[in-house]
């Protein structure tokens, strides 16, 4: 009798506890989404992949995050709850990467990755000479955030990995931009001479030299080439002048007229509808978001009606899925308005064009019309509002580190 009541007694704790440790799973799982909504609500630029599980009186923490201050938050929270953890959750950069977490782009244009595979889907670009941090390595892939802090994944042959000495190094060294649309480095001061690799507009390079007609110039892994000097402007004066207005910005969008569609793209090699338009104010000094889904929420909200009296040129227009009672807004694709009715964009039926919002216009396009869903104004917003300039950038001005 004693012993049934003895495991009578042991099945009762045991159920005791398990009923603790699944409340105990079930609030630390309740903290975790509210901490990912607050600090990771978009996992294009925010890491927040947490496994929870219990184990006896305990729950289990695992996975991966790039924000020591969320991690500081979540503990601190479950603490609060009395729930006893093991804590396995690792902050990025991974530790065996030592004190290489930084890295510089060494080809005119990188391909970076949803995932890490060549055959993987391209997410965005970065050009060469952007500054960029490493979180992770898998093999010869590294999972970077690029300086719109957009997180996927890199081939070792995109970029040179560094520490943070050398990356500052190299942020603060001087430097030239290219700014012709295309072209090559040269390994001697000709332009019959061996290529070292091409170019595109953007690529920022370090300036060691000047000799008949051309600047010298180094590559993040020490190479050194020779570019026309009437191809490149010295990078800070470059940087200073920027002057990014509507006819600056228009302008530059027409030099990308009949440019290839790329899906991921945001170089003058072919780009999407978003990776035209960041393209286009970056090369005006301003870092948009990398997707249009991240643009419509920067900048000023303009109120629109069908006479679309209130745009200017410059204006961001947005199109998709306005929000409905039972569906959320869906931003699918971004454009430039240029001024009565048409706007400039990437296509994916054929490049980049320009197009118009007015029925009876040669190039109306009723598909924008009924998708169109909202218009911001970026050169209202510069420096706030989530839109960037590249002068008060750590990434690109030695005097923001």
Partial sequence: MF???????????????????????????????????????????????????????????????????????????LAAKNIVIVDSL????????????????????SNIRSKNGHSQELATQSLLGTPIKVLQQKDNWFLIQTPDKYIAWLDHGGFVQVDESTYKEWISAPKVIYINDFGFS???????????????????????????????????????????????????????SRTPNATNILATAQEYLGRPY?????SGKGMDCS???????????????RDASQQVHTGNLIETDETLKNLVPGDLLFFGRKATADKKERITHV???????????????????????????TNFNQKRLDSFVKAKR???????NGVDLLAELPAYNPSEL
Avoid at 41 to 50: E, F
Avoid at 378 to 384: A, D, E, F, N, P
Wanted: include cysteine; charged fraction near 15%.
């Fill in 3 to 77: 012993a049934r009541l003895f495991l009578f007694i042991s099945f009762i704790g045991i159920l005791t506890v398990a009923c603790n440790n699944q409340a105990a799973l079930k609030d630390a799982n309740t903290i975790s989404a509210a901490i990912k909504n607050s600090y990771a609500p978009d996992k294009r630029v925010a890491l927040w992949n947490i496994e929870l599980s219990p184990l006896g009186n305990k729950v289990v923490l695992k996975g991966q995050t790039n924000l020591p201050a969320a991690k500081a938050d979540f503990l601190q929270q």
């Fill in 90 to 109: 690792e902050v990025l950069p991974a530790q065996n990467l030592g004190t290489k977490t930084f890295g510089i782009v060494n080809v005119s244009v």
């Fill in 186 to 240: 040269y390994e001697t001061p000709n332009l019959q001479a061996q290529k070292i690799t091409d170019l595109v507009a953007g690529n920022i390079l370090k300036s060691i030299g000047q000799e008949k007609g051309f600047i010298k110039v180094a590559y993040p892994d020490g190479r050194t080439a020779f570019v026309p000097a009437i191809a490149v402007v010295n990078y800070d004066t470059w940087l200073a």
């Fill in 262 to 266: 790329l899906w991921g793209g945001t």
């Fill in 275 to 289: 990776g035209f338009t960041k393209t286009v104010f970056y090369l005006n000094g301003v870092q948009l978001a």
């Fill in 335 to 361: 454009g430039i308005y240029m001024g009565k009715g048409e706007f400039i964009h990437s296509s994916g039926d054929a490049g980049v064009k320009i197009e118009s919002l007015i029925a009876g216009a």
């Fill in 378 to 384: 970026i050169v209202t917003s510069l420096g706030r």
